[in-house]
C-alpha cells in the first residue's frame, strides 16, 4: 500500500486516490497549462476588429474581445459545475 496526498493508503475501503506528479496535482497542472495556452493565444490575436452588439459597433482589439468571452465562459461554468458530493 502506498500513502497520497489525502493521507490515506491507495486501495484502502472507501479512500479516494489523488494522482500527482512531482508532489503538484494534475488537476493544477492541467489548469496552468490551459492557462498558458489562453494566454498564447490572446497575445497571438492583437489585431483590431469591429465587434457588433446588436445594434452598436465598436472596434477594439480581437485580444479584449477574446479575453472577455473567455471569462464569461469561465464564470458560467464555475455557475452551472453543480455541487459535488465527497
Do not use: H, Y
Not at 459597433?57 to 458560467?76: K, M
Request: glycine share 16%.
Amino acid at each position: 500500500m502506498t500513502k497520497t496526498s489525502g493521507g490515506t493508503a491507495t486501495g484502502a475501503p472507501g479512500g479516494k486516490q489523488r494522482r500527482e506528479i512531482a508532489g503538484v496535482p494534475v488537476r493544477v497542472i492541467g489548469i496552468g497549462v490551459l492557462a498558458v495556452l489562453a494566454l498564447w493565444f490572446l497575445l497571438a490575436n492583437l489585431d483590431n476588429v469591429q465587434i457588433q452588439f446588436w445594434v452598436l459597433t465598436v472596434t477594439a482589439p480581437l485580444w479584449i474581445a477574446l479575453l472577455g468571452s473567455l471569462l464569461v465562459g469561465g464564470v458560467l461554468g464555475w455557475l452551472l459545475k453543480g455541487r459535488r458530493s465527497k
